[in-house]
C-alpha cells in the first residue's frame, strides 16, 4: 500500500478549509473563540483542586480563630472562590457561599457548552464537505477532452475527500469535543468537592439564626 496515494493538498483543502468557514459562519467568532481556548487548555490542569484546598484552609483556620466577624478574606487567585469566600464573611451565610458557587457555575457550564457545541457542528459539517468535494471532482469528469491522467486523478480527488471528511469528523473534532466535555465535568465535580468542604466547615462559627415565630391567633 502506498500510503502517499493518499496525500491530496486539493481534497484536505475542500474539506478541512470548507469545515473551518462554515463552522465560523454558523457559530460565530465568539463561540469559535471559545472552542479554541478550550482546546489550547486540553492537556493542562484546569483547576488545582488541592492548591485551592490548602489557601481556603488558611481562611477556614482564621474564621476558626478569629469568628466570622473579624476574619479577612484571603483571595487566592481564583475568582470564584474569592468572591465565594467575600459572599460568605459579608453576609455570614452559607447560603450566600453557595450562590456565588453556582453563578459561576452557570458560567462555566454556559461557556463549555458552547465550545463544545460548536466543536460538534464542525464534525457535523466534515462530511458534508467531503461530499462537497466528492461532487465538485465528479463534475470535471465532464470537461472536454479530459485524459486517462485527468480522469484517474479526478476520480482520486472524489474519493479522499470523502475519506477525509469522515475521518476529520471521527478521529479528530468528534473526540475534540468529547475530550473538552469530559475535562469540564471534571473540574465541577473537584469544584463541588471543595464548595461542600467549606461549607461543612465554616457552618458551626456562623450565628445561627432563630426561627421566627408566628404569634398565636386570639
Known amino acids: ?13 475542500i474539506v478541512i478549509g470548507g469545515t473551518l468557514v462554515a463552522t465560523v459562519l454558523r457559530s460565530g467568532f465568539a463561540d469559535c473563540g471559545q472552542a479554541l481556548a ?26 476558626h480563630r478569629d469568628g466570622v466577624f473579624r476574619a479577612s478574606p484571603h483571595h487566592m487567585g481564583d475568582s470564584e472562590f474569592d468572591e465565594a469566600t467575600d459572599a460568605l464573611l459579608a453576609k455570614r451565610s452559607v447560603p450566600a457561599l453557595l ?11 454556559e461557556a463549555n457548552e458552547r465550545a463544545v457545541q460548536t466543536l460538534v457542528q464542525a464534525a457535523e459539517l466534515a462530511p458534508v464537505f467531503g461530499l462537497v ?8 469528469l ?5 485524459g486517462k491522467d485527468a480522469f484517474a486523478g479526478a476520480i482520486s480527488t472524489a474519493v479522499l475527500t470523502t475519506l477525509y471528511g469522515l475521518l476529520f469528523a471521527n478521529l479528530l473534532l468528534a473526540p475534540l469535543a468529547r475530550m473538552v466535555e469530559r475535562a469540564a465535568a471534571r473540574e465541577e465535580k473537584e ?16 450565628p445561627h439564626r432563630k426561627p421566627v415565630e408566628l404569634a398565636e391567633a386570639v
Open 38 to 63: 478550550a482546546l489550547a487548555a486540553i492537556g493542562k490542569p484546569r483547576f488545582d483542586a488541592q492548591g485551592v484546598r490548602a489557601e481556603l484552609a488558611i481562611q477556614v483556620r482564621e474564621i
Open 99 to 109: 450562590d456565588a458557587h453556582e453563578a459561576h457555575k452557570r458560567r462555566r457550564i
Open 191 to 206: 469544584r463541588q468537592k471543595i464548595v461542600d468542604w467549606l461549607a461543612r466547615q465554616v457552618a458551626q462559627d456562623l
Open 142 to 146: 465532464a470537461a472536454v477532452g479530459i
Open 133 to 140: 468535494g466528492t461532487l465538485y471532482s465528479l463534475s470535471q
Open 1 to 13: 500500500m502506498n500510503v502517499f496515494s493518499l496525500v491530496d493538498p486539493v481534497a484536505a483543502a
